[in-house]
């Protein structure tokens, strides 16, 4: 058995597979944020893409995480894209993201299984605080 994390706060074993995330966005200056946040808190990067069909390549290979998904990307239609996840891949849990975030979009995002939602351009403050709300299955 290899070694394992402990978080001395909590007095509990830390899962390291769901301590790891990848981002599905056009704009670099969200994946640059996401993947600097990533490396800063000791999370493993899985990657960042605009290419849907790299992104669940990701989902099927690491099987878990955090996924930060843009839905500004053209090509990818992010409300059904969160319900597929939440059913195939349960334990990826799913960040929505928006440069033109509406009330529906809010609502539809969590009525679909987004388990945070952050607001374009990015803050690191904010984002940290939404990934501590989210809860492991």
Request: proline share 4%.
């Amino acid at each position: 058995m290899g070694a394992q994390e402990f978080d001395f706060a909590t007095g509990k074993v830390v899962d390291t597979a769901a301590r790891q995330l990848m981002i599905l966005s056009e704009c670099e200056e969200s994946c640059e944020l996401v993947e600097a946040y990533a490396r800063g808190n000791r999370y493993k990067f899985l990657g960042k893409t605009a290419d849907l069909r790299q992104a669940l390549e990701w989902v099927r290979k690491f099987k878990q995480g955090l996924f930060f998904l843009d839905a500004d990307s053209k090509g990818v239609d992010a409300l059904p894209l969160i319900k597929v996840l939440t059913e195939k891949a349960p334990l990826f849990k799913v960040i929505l993201m928006s440069q033109t975030p509406t009330k529906a979009l809010l609502s539809e995002g969590r009525e679909a299984g987004a388990a945070g939602f952050l607001v374009k351009p990015l803050k690191i403050d904010v984002m940290e605080k939404t990934i501590k709300q989210i809860k492991p299955r």
